[in-house]
């Protein structure tokens, strides 16, 4: 009967090790309003930090992978932006961080209110572009 109130009500049963648990917390210690998930090979965080929204991979091996971050548009590097500006309004904007690099993915809204998913490198190089 637990089981089945649990399943009704969207309860959690997912078992998430204390090691990844630790190593959230270690790498964002004020986070708050944290929902895992378990993926193939990772466990997902989503969680907030002074009100912004993250969504982390982390690893039982591994560690934090990665992580995404909302930004705010006076967040957004001066290059992303006046790249992005060329092709319309900024409709919202995700820095996506990994061990080895930072990534923009940028929502772009042109004239006809046609949006596009722009995927920038730190550097305001275009890598993606797709309709959405």
């Not at 959230?24 to 193939?40: G, H, Y």
């Not at 929204?53 to 091996?61: L, R």
């Not at 820095?95 to 722009?118: G, M, P, W």
Request: charged share 35%; hydrophobic share 40%.
């Amino acid at each position: 009967m637990k089981n089945k109130l649990l399943k009704l009500f969207g309860a959690s049963t997912k078992k998430i090790p204390d090691s990844v648990k630790k190593e959230l917390m270690e790498q964002f210690p004020e986070a708050i309003n944290i929902e895992w998930d378990v993926k193939d090979d990772f466990y997902e965080a989503i969680f907030y930090v002074n009100e912004v929204e993250y969504i982390a991979k982390v690893s039982d091996e591994e560690g934090l992978t990665g992580y995404k971050k909302n930004l705010k548009l006076d967040e957004l590097p001066e290059i992303i932006k006046v790249e992005c500006e060329q092709t319309g309004e900024i409709m919202n904007a995700i820095a996506i961080h990994t061990k080895s690099s930072v990534l923009y993915e940028v929502i772009i809204r042109d004239k006809e209110f046609n949006r596009t998913l722009l995927l920038l490198s730190k550097n305001g190089e275009l890598l993606e572009s797709s309709s959405i």
